[in-house]
């Protein structure tokens, strides 16, 4: 099976090429990109791309799928099925499963049902410590060799600075990062940014430096054992300007944030909707404006979805009691493309943040389109309104805070290893 | 004016001419607690419940005497006797008291917005007894017709609120009130527990009691909230008392007619002391006689509104 992908304003943001040109999709490998290829047969699919982009597959390198223990939330089959919707053809599932991906049983578990229900390709993130409690470092070369291609206790912070210390240095013996979720909890006992919306709310605050202490903490950390660190969820605008200082003495960190964060402000909490409380908080104007700065000019590497799926009973109670969490990767690259119309950054550097650097930072041959490469593209368009309703979600989590809201810009198409494993019902090609 | 509001879940959504017309409408209620049969026909036929998650004795009794002056049939339920106990959710329990029709809920609980889950729940009015550390409404307004009764005016006054401000959802609704109005609001406590951003909303800032109250027309003294957690802000109790506790020997820098209020329950002898609770220029006992009245406004105006 072949597809002739024609007509499309193709980008491939690692080699620069943004032109109107054919793909030929041969297998899971992309043979050939040219001017007027001609293909034909009854094995080869021909797309009509004209007036779409095409582009490399996203990556996600922040999703929780939560397979194995949470599958009421959510499973690897329909979180696939949502992340390759939104035009994800990798995703990076987060440890915090029930158990934790702390063992290689669990990294074989995901890996073994991935095979066998996703609808794109799954990589699991391992635990940094045993059960995530942050004293003891899981056997991070077993669940290296079993797959995983990154560590992280994610959902909170690993507290003791020797522990991590540790995890640090000794991940430099597999190459693979660490993805630190910054968070002292010490100071984050609430549920919302600690501004003026939260004195109008009277809602239990978390100041912005909750995260930017343990930002500055595991910087230093990471300086000091010479090993790369990734800053993960980025919310707030002194973490920003902080990485951004540091990393001009230090090369090795790498960072992401989440639409949300440069979708929302902490005003959207006001109602007391529970879909917009999320872990870090949504934070204040100024710091909005500080991460879209933050993606100009590069001190925020990569976006992320941070996709936390959850059914409704867990959001449908107090604000208190709520799960912290938005269920995003299906609206995660329409908000995004946002940015692009709003000056914020081309197109080409937005997919850069989508692909090239995750694949970079995960040490992945993915996000490329280019002959020889494998063949994990998207078709779409820049310009389809559309409504979110998140009732159509295919994830189970329908805890999203854009429900309603008219985006613009949509996945048409996902092709993932060659085959097409989404197509927009829209989409004519 | 004519009243078109559903529910009554925070001041924050109320514009002044709204806060004056319960105020106004307050004053011809507050006749009827003075009759020898307290008692109009109203409210008759129309059921009142009230859902206490948290402890009350002032509010919870406050509004059911104001309904039953109405003539509404009242039902009380607290956290302690309902099927929270057992495990049930607000929105089932929402859902089962909306099963049996009442007219109006009140809802006093621990955590912010639960009033405003209950609203968009059901159809009928939702009035907020107190959320948490957000909102307390009927307590502002029973605040704001104290004060004007007895300065005639809600305007150029200077109030001082002291206390344990950040938890305090009494400080926050007479905040969210008075902002409409040209008094000047002072808030007064130890740094920790006075919120960031309170000037953002336009009021000063001041830790010195003595100076806070300078001048002052009214003095609105709060409690620490124990149960939020206030102990922690401060270094103890007696600590607390010696800066913040309000003695006889403050009164001469406020104003000669100064009133003295507080939201209760008072910790007699920590924030304030026997001889200003009980002196002359204590308002206390007749913030909560007011609150009948206003009370009985609230519930009048949201079950008659127009529909």
Known sequence: MSILIKNGRVIDPKSGLDEVI????????????????????????????????????????????????????????????????????????????????????????????????????????????????????SEIGELYEAGIVAISDDGKSVKNSAVLAKALEYSKLFGIPVISHCEDKDLSKGYVHEGRASLLSGLDAVPAIAEELIVRRDITIAHYVNAPIHLTHISSGGSVNTIQQAKKDYKKITCDTCPHYFSLTDEATLGFDTNTKVNPPL???????????????????????DHAPHEGTSKDVEFDIAS??????????????ALVREGVLTLPELLRKFTVNPAKLLGIPYGQVAPGKIADLIIFNMDAAWKVDRNSFLSKGKNSPFHGWSLKGKNLLTIVDGKIVYKDKSFKG | MNWTKKDL????????????????????????????????????????????????????????????????????????TSSYVKGETLKDTAKNLEAM??????????????????????????????????????????????????????????????????????????????????????????????????NELGVKVEYNLKKAIHNADVIMMLRIQKERGGVNYIP??????????????????????VIIMHPGPMNRGVEIMDDVADGPYSVILEQVENGVAVRMAVLYLLLGRET
């Open chain 1, 22 to 137: 054919d793909v030929f999709v041969n297998g899971s490998f992309i043979e050939k990109i040219d001017k007027h290829i001609r293909k034909a047969g009854s094995d080869v699919r021909i797309v009509d791309a004209s007036g779409q982009i095409v582009a490399p597959g996203l990556i996600d390198i922040h999703a929780h799928l939560r397979e194995p223990g949470y599958e009421w939330k959510e499973t690897i089959k329909t979180g696939t099925m949502a992340a390759v919707k939104g035009g994800f053809t990798s995703v990076v599932c987060m440890a915090n499963t029930n158990p934790v991906n702390d063992n290689k049983s669990v990294t074989d578990y995901i890996i073994q049902k991935a095979r066998s229900e996703a609808l794109c390709r799954v990589f699991p993130c391992g635990a940094i410590t045993k059960g995530s409690k942050g004293e003891e470092l």
């Open chain 1, 283 to 305: 934070r204040g104007k100024e710091d909005v404006k500080v991460i879209k700065e933050g993606l100009r000019n590069n001190t925020i590497d990569i976006i992320a979805t």
């Open chain 1, 324 to 337: 912290f969490g938005i269920s995003g990767i299906e609206t995660a690259f329409a908000l995004s493309l």
């Open chain 2, 9 to 80: 879940l925070g001041i924050t959504e109320l514009t002044k001419e709204e806060i004056l017309f319960i105020l106004d409408t307050a004053e011809s209620f507050k006749e009827v607690s003075k009759r020898d049969i307290k008692k109009v026909p109203t409210l008759r036929g129309k059921t009142v419940i009230t859902l206490f998650y948290e402890p009350s004795t002032r509010t919870r009794t406050s509004f059911e005497i104001a309904a039953k002056r109405l003539s509404a049939d009242t039902i009380n339920i607290s956290a302690s």
């Open chain 2, 101 to 198: 029709n009442p007219d109006v809920t009140i809802i006093r609980h621990s955590m912010p917005g639960a009033p405003h889950m209950l609203a968009k729940i059901v159809d009928s009015s939702v009035i907020n007894g107190g959320d948490g550390t957000h909102e307390h409404p009927t307590q502002a307004l029973l605040d704001l017709f104290t004060m004007r009764e007895k300065k005639g005016t809600i305007d150029g006054l200077k109030i001082v609120i002291v206390g344990d401000i950040i938890h305090s959802r009494v400080a926050r609704s007479n905040i969210f009130a008075l902002r409409h109005f040209d008094s000047e609001i002072i808030c007064c406590g130890p740094p920790t527990m006075l919120p960031p951003h309170l």
């Open chain 2, 236 to 257: 103890s109790i007696k600590e607390y008392s010696t800066f913040f506790g309000l003695r006889k020997e403050h009164i001469p820098n406020a104003k000669k007619d």
